[in-house]
């Protein structure tokens, strides 16, 4: 069974940093792309970042292109994702999430639909 834990978030004033972490478990992660989304109260759910299983091919949504970076330990079963320059926006509880598909193919905007979250989030808050 699929099990991912996040950790890593907190408070954190504007133009801070913050480093997430995801620990999986349940599968061989090293053959699926990995990703983290985030929910910000009231919202729905959207799309951070995401890197391919072979952790050479990362996307970011637009807000956080220059801020954020996704990086993965296939070793440790682990994916981190490093924000700076964090803003209020940025406000969210973020998830890890995993493709259904082993060694899933396609551009990142067809990955997207694939993606699935499983753990409970980790609560990020940016506020002065």
């Known amino acids: 069974q699929v099990r991912m834990v996040e950790s890593g978030g907190g408070y954190v004033q504007p133009g801070g940093s913050l480093r997430l972490s995801c620990l999986a478990s349940g599968r061989n992660f090293s053959n699926y792309n990995m990703a983290w989304f985030r929910q910000a109260p009231g919202k729905e759910r959207e799309f951070v970042a995401g890197?391919?299983?072979?952790?050479?091919?990362?996307y970011y949504t637009a807000s956080v292109k220059g801020r954020f970076t996704i990086s993965r330990d296939n070793t440790k079963n682990e994916v981190y994702l490093q924000m700076n320059r964090l803003r209020p926006e940025d406000t969210a509880v973020y998830y890890c999430?995993?493709?259904?598909?082993?060694?899933?193919?396609?551009?990142?905007?067809?990955?997207?639909?694939?993606?699935?979250?499983w753990g409970q989030g980790t609560l990020v808050t940016v506020s002065s």
């Open positions: 890197i391919n299983y072979m952790t050479v091919g990362v």
């Open positions: 999430a995993v493709d259904s598909r082993p060694k899933g193919d396609g551009t990142w905007v067809e990955t997207i639909g694939f993606l699935e979250t």
